[in-house]
């Protein structure tokens, strides 16, 4: 079975998937899972529970494959490296820190950005070092 070939634009497809779904579980704005649950009372349970579900199967999907690809050295090497870039921007000045919720949006994308390479990190250490990656395999 032919492998799909990694490129940016596949990178950039999976960060976006990811990002889409950190920003839909929670945000600094009213607009996302958290803030529609959160009043608890009782409205459109049924749909905040379907809601719910998907959102829990996306996670599993993405924590499972970032798990398996970059284990927890990689998760830890990935998040000190975020935390160093943000360490830089927040030193150039190119975070403003007297807005609350600046540093929300920064993590936020921060665990995207982790989902995403762990997701993808298959692809791309086939495509830097030629060798693929086999799990489950049958025999």
């Not at 950190?22 to 009043?39: I, K, L, M």
């Not at 995207?112 to 993808?120: C, V």
């Amino acid at each position: 079975m032919a492998q799909a070939a990694f490129t940016p634009a596949s990178f950039l497809l999976r960060w976006l998937t990811a990002l889409i779904l950190v920003f839909a579980t929670f945000n600094p704005t009213q607009y996302s899972f958290f803030r529609w649950v959160e009043p608890m009372n009782g409205e459109n349970l049924p749909l905040k529970a379907l809601a719910g579900i998907l959102l829990l199967i996306l996670y599993v999907i993405f924590l499972r494959a970032t798990w398996r690809s970059i284990g927890p050295i990689g998760v830890a090497l990935a998040a000190a490296l975020l935390g160093a870039l943000i360490w830089v921007g927040i030193d150039f000045g190119l975070f403003n820190l007297s807005q609350p919720t600046v540093m929300t949006w920064v993590l936020l994308f921060a665990c995207a950005t982790i989902l995403a390479i762990g997701i993808s990190w298959s692809h791309i250490r086939r495509r830097i070092s030629g060798q693929a990656d086999m799990d489950d395999v049958d025999e």
